[in-house]
């Protein structure tokens, strides 16, 4: 018989918890999210590399298979670049994706992103039947119950932007009290539960009296997005009509090949 005492089953350490968390459904897109989130605050710059795989997924507490896939992602975007053997760098255009057309983002959340403080001042906003071009836009039926909003957003208090929405009526609280509006269209929807999902919108410039009200610049000229918003289920939930003022509001738009 051997003399030699046998030693104690090793203990596994405890995992160290992760220091942010996701939840369980689509980890992959709030991972994405979450990155481009902190590369828009600048987090790290242009040519910084990004923690690794390894390190990523402990903050997370995710897959290393999940990181590898947001990280896929970001690359396709052109947000970053993988150096094999090396790790993930932020690309010239990861400090540029603030006000990026790609992105589906509330203005004034893009505003805060570029270290400006947003307004919005409501000119206007009341229920009332939608017109023809509405119903169209909205797919419902001319007549339907809709609020419909004017708005001027300021970024430290210039004015850059005139906003008309509308939203169908039982997207939004029946109790819903348009002189209870503040802000944001998006965190009325958030809170409704019927945050935005996608939006196609249409590009064009625009000028004249005709565009938004006050003191105005008399040869002002504006970006003008036509957008139609889209739930997660492919409903319309909001369609606006926003025009930007050429200068004091800039966008960007990446082309990946």
Known sequence: MSDVTPSAPSRREAPVPPTRSLRTVNLRT??????????SEGEWVEGQQLPTEG??????????????????????????????????????????????????????????????????????AQFRGATDDEAVELQITSGTRVLSTERVIFADDVAVAFSYETVPGDVLPADL??????????????????????????????????????????DAVYVYLKQLHYDANARPVLFSRTYFHEGRFQFSILRVR
């Open 30 to 39: 709030q991972l994405v999210d979450s990155l481009r989130a902190r590369l």
């Open 177 to 218: 009290s348009p002189s209870e509006l503040s802000g944001s269209l998006f965190s009325a929807l958030d809170s409704a539960g019927r945050p935005p999902h996608t939006a196609v919108a249409e590009i064009h410039a625009a000028g004249g009296d005709d565009i938004g009200w006050g003191d105005r610049e008399p």
């Open 55 to 124: 390190e990523l997924a402990g903050e997370y507490g995710v897959s290393r298979s999940t990181v590898r896939s947001a990280l896929q992602q970001l690359e396709t975007q052109g947000l970053t670049i993988t150096r094999h053997g090396m790790g993930t760098f932020v690309s010239s255009y990861g400090r540029a994706i603030k006000a990026g057309l790609q992105e589906l983002r509330s203005m004034t959340d893009t505003i805060r992103v570029y270290g400006m403080e947003p307004r919005v001042e409501y000119h206007d």
